[in-house]
């Protein structure tokens, strides 16, 4: 079964993964898992951690001449902000320089010190922050290679930020190519525009803002996933890993939230058939019962704003329980653009770790055999 583990603090040595269950075989382009780490530190609204961290992933093993050899492999990212942090973050020895007993609303830091006992919200702050996500699009970017030779591809958008919608009417080729060009991940230009001014006006007023983003998944044969099992469920399984995402709180597939609001019919996809079978609409978003049908798979999660602001909530000093201003740390005013990047990479890896469990084998060729004989069976249905 595909895997992973994460590991690192936000202000630690480095972020670290162990990728396991990549057959062997695998063709991988490090750039192009450096690329997606490039556009998850893009985006209008960023903070000043972005001037100083270029993420590139290092593959120290199970990659070997290119190619995976089938055993773990494992991944690093280094954190180059380390160099100011190494007295305060250290393994061996840490001062309490920047010690936090003013959690902030919104985030980890009170109810991980409660659970884990740290009376220095640092503690929970470090491994809670968004940081851990660089990880994630490293190992998606990873897993989503295993998908390339079966013409499976993954789009994204930002869907909205805050009060501003995306007006485009045509989502096509020249459509993704514009967005992913733009700083807030929108197709249209008028759109962009507005947006820019609107988190302008955030970061004045001390605020910060969310947003909604989807991703796309082209080409996927029907049937990944079960409907035999609540755990192998596609929908289910994507609906966790994007939940899973620092932020996101809540995760909607195809027409989602809206098939409440409306009748039966308004929602179904009726079936066609013309050499192979299709729907005529796609509100069920690629998936029915849990498994892929066939159409895109459609994945929209929404990412609260984020909780560290510069103009902070009132909480408690947990030194005196006193009233006190929340901690600032340094943060983004809009991280929604980023958020796409990652949202994606969590559905690349659901999506991948769904095909190897449907295809599995130990290297390539047998899994571009299984693939070849399931599709010409399901042909000829």
Known sequence: MLRYFTSGETHGRCLTAIVEGMPSGVKIDIEKINSELKNRQKGYGRGGRM????DRATILSGVRGGYTLGSPIAIQIENKDWANWESIMGAESATDEKSVSCPRPGHADLTGGLKYNHHDMRNVLERASA???AMRVAVGALAAQVL???GIEFLRRVVRIGEVCDSSAVMDKSFYDRVINSPVGFGDKASEDRAKAYIDAIKASGESVGGVVEVTVLNLPPGLGSYVHYDRKLDANLAFSVMSVQAIKGVEIGM???????????VHDEIAYDTKY???TNNAGGIEGGMSNGEPVIVRAVMKPIPTLYNPLRTVDTKDKTEHKATVERSDVCAVPACSVVV????????AKAFLEKFGGDCMDDIKESYKSYMDRIDKF
């Open 256 to 266: 989602g939230f809206e098939a409440g609001a409306v009748c039966g019919s308004k």
């Open 51 to 54: 001037a100083i961290e270029t």
């Open 278 to 280: 299709y729907r005529l």
């Open 148 to 150: 390339e030779p079966f």
């Open 131 to 133: 940081r851990e996500t």
């Open 344 to 351: 994606k990479s969590a559905v690349q890896f659901e999506i």
